[in-house]
C-alpha cells in the first residue's frame, strides 16, 4: 500500500498563508496621534469645526468620537503638517416649483438635507508657536473649498493688566 507523503492536506498551504497575512497585519497597523506631555502654556492648540476634519497630523491619524463638533488638539511647537478634509450636511431648500416638496399642513416647502465633501484631502503646513491657538475653517466658492488658518494668541488671565 501506497501512503501519500503530503501531510495535513490542505494545512502544508494555509498555514504559512495564515502566517504571512499576520505579518503583514502587524506591519501596517495604523499610528493614532497622541498629544505631547506639555504644560498648556508650552504647548499649542489646533482645532477644527465640523465640515473641517482634522485627518492626520504629522502623518498620525487623527481620531473622532461618535459626538462633537469641534475636534481640538494639544500639538507641540514647531513645523506640522496637517492633512483636512471637508465632509456634512448642507441644507438646499427646492427652486424649483417641481422639486419643493411641501409638508401637508404646512405653507413652506421642505428643505432637503443634502451631504457633500471633498474628493480628496488637502495638506495644511503650519510653525506652531506655544500659547497660540490655530483654528482650521473652510472658505468655499461655489462647489470648491480650500483650509484657511487662522491664528490667535491665546491669553493667560493671570497675565492680564489690573
Request: net charge positive; hydrophobic share 35%.
Amino acid at each position: 500500500m501506497k501512503r501519500d507523503s503530503r501531510r495535513g492536506g490542505c494545512a502544508g498551504v494555509v498555514l504559512p498563508a495564515l502566517l504571512l497575512m499576520l505579518l503583514v497585519s502587524g506591519c501596517a497597523r495604523t499610528h493614532y496621534y497622541t498629544e505631547p506631555e506639555l504644560r498648556s502654556d508650552e504647548a499649542a492648540i489646533l482645532e477644527a469645526t465640523v465640515p473641517v476634519w482634522i485627518v492626520s497630523l504629522d502623518r498620525q491619524r487623527v481620531s473622532y468620537g461618535a459626538t462633537g463638533d469641534t475636534r481640538t488638539l494639544r500639538i507641540s511647537p514647531g513645523p506640522h503638517v496637517v492633512e483636512v478634509s471637508y465632509a456634512g450636511l448642507e441644507t438646499q431648500a427646492g427652486t424649483n416649483v417641481n422639486e419643493q416638496i411641501y409638508i401637508p399642513g404646512e405653507r413652506t416647502p421642505y428643505t432637503r438635507w443634502m451631504h457633500v465633501h471633498s474628493s480628496s484631502n488637502a495638506q495644511v503646513k503650519l510653525t506652531a508657536k506655544p500659547g497660540h491657538t490655530y483654528s482650521i475653517t473652510a472658505e468655499r466658492s461655489g462647489n470648491r473649498w480650500r483650509p484657511s488658518i487662522a491664528n490667535f494668541l491665546t491669553m493667560n488671565p493671570s497675565a492680564s493688566p489690573k
